[in-house]
């Protein structure tokens, strides 16, 4: 299970020559369990990669703590890293290699014994559908084909929690579907996944429960038919735009 209890984060940004504080998130609470898919929904600069970001490990939250599997980052940190895989946004593959090299690159990072990295290539290119381009240079491949390779880069290893950041965001029909696909049947297979994305329809489609989040603060949490039946309207979207402009108006 990754907990995350009252996560904040703070920063400084000089404006006009002054210090300024401002939260990029704050008070920040979720639990997303084994076999669920818990979306993260809000748009652009609502904090979502920050907080991704603080679960993943990579930077530590002003207040607050996240616990996965019963333990912290402060507690075991390495033990927890092997045991996730993060998506980031903004990630950059080597683009003069192919992507059975760089699969093999991340077996060897982890340790993943010869025949069990080759059993692992071929299950994640079945999976992610990359056989036909899996041995073509990773910078001749579309925006959607290198995506998937990000994402079995990332899995390689095959951890118990997913952390996934925008995971088709820009991409064609056909890569987001695949994307998709995948993820739902990796939570049939009992993997624990944080799902971070702008697209209501998509957390509509796969999440077991999202967690809204406008400003650096979460708004309502919920499963998608809770949230639509308290706001009374017929989907996401809409019900984002009522929480959000009722807050405003108190």
């Known amino acids: ?25 704050k008070d920040i609470s979720l639990e997303a369990k084994e076999g669920e898919i818990v979306g993260i929904l809000g748009p652009n600069g609502a904090g979502k990669t920050t907080l991704l970001r603080i679960i993943a490990g990579i930077m530590e939250p002003t207040k607050g703590k996240v616990v996965i599997n019963n333990t912290t980052y402060k507690e075991n940190e390495i033990e927890i890293k092997k045991e996730i895989a993060f998506l980031s946004g903004n990630t950059k593959l080597y683009k003069d290699i192919s992507c059975r090299e760089l699969l093999k690159m991340c077996g060897d990072y982890y340790k993943i014994p010869k025949g069990k990295q080759e059993e ?10 990359l056989d036909s381009f899996i041995d073509q240079r990773i910078g001749n491949l579309s925006t959607g084909q290198t995506q998937r390779v990000g994402i079995a880069r990332c899995i390689m290893h095959d951890p118990k929690y997913y952390i996934l950041d925008e995971a088709t965001s820009g991409l064609d029909i056909i890569s987001s579907e695949v994307i998709l696909d995948f993820v739902k049947k990796e939570r049939d297979r009992g993997k624990c996944i944080l799902y971070s994305t702008h697209y209501m329809e998509e957390a509509e489609n796969i999440c077991n429960k999202v967690v809204l989040i406008h400003q650096g603060k979460v708004v309502k949490t ?5 949230i639509v039946k308290d706001t009374k309207t017929t989907n996401l979207r809409d019900a984002f735009f009522r929480i959000i402009r009722g807050e405003n108006n108190e």
Do not use: C, H, Q, W
């Open 222 to 226: 919920g499963t998608p038919e809770e």
């Open 1 to 25: 299970m990754i907990k995350v209890e009252n996560v904040s984060k703070k920063f400084i940004k000089k404006d006009k020559k002054k210090e300024v504080e401002f939260y990029a998130d």
């Open 120 to 129: 692992r290539i071929k299950e994640l290119s079945k999976y992610l559908e």
